[in-house]
């Protein structure tokens, strides 16, 4: 049973930096391409990034280049993603997801329970 469990989530001032983390099980970890995307409330969820097995990232949305980074680590089975200089429009349920195809959410194959982030202005 494939399993993707989100943590890092919290309640941060505006400008400040938080580090999701998510732990995969269940599936061969390296050989999908691991996500995240985000939804916030009243709104569809949107793509944020995506990082393949050769660590090439998927170009990420305007609203976070410059301030958001995915990474992986295949070691143990985990994927991140740093958020810097947050704004309030950033504020939603974040979204682990593994075997993302294309940016939209319905071409993903495993998603996690979302952990919620708060940006408080």
């Known amino acids: 049973q494939v399993q993707l469990v989100e943590s890092g989530g919290g309640l941060v001032q505006a400008g400040g930096s938080l580090r999701l983390s998510c732990a995969a099980s269940g599936l061969t970890f390296s050989s999908y391409t691991m996500g995240w995307f985000r939804q916030a409330p009243g709104k569809e969820r949107e793509f944020v990034a995506a990082i393949n097995k050769t660590r090439g990232i998927t ?41 993302v195809l294309t940016t939209r959410s319905s071409d993903v194959t ?10 408080s202005s």
């Open 110 to 119: 495993y998603w996690g329970q979302g952990t919620p982030v708060t940006v």
């Open 59 to 99: 170009n990420k949305p305007d609203s976070v280049k410059g301030r958001f980074t995915i990474s992986r680590k295949n070691a143990k089975n985990t994927v991140y993603l740093q958020m810097n200089s947050l704004e309030a429009e950033d504020t939603a349920v974040y979204y682990c997801a593994a075997g």
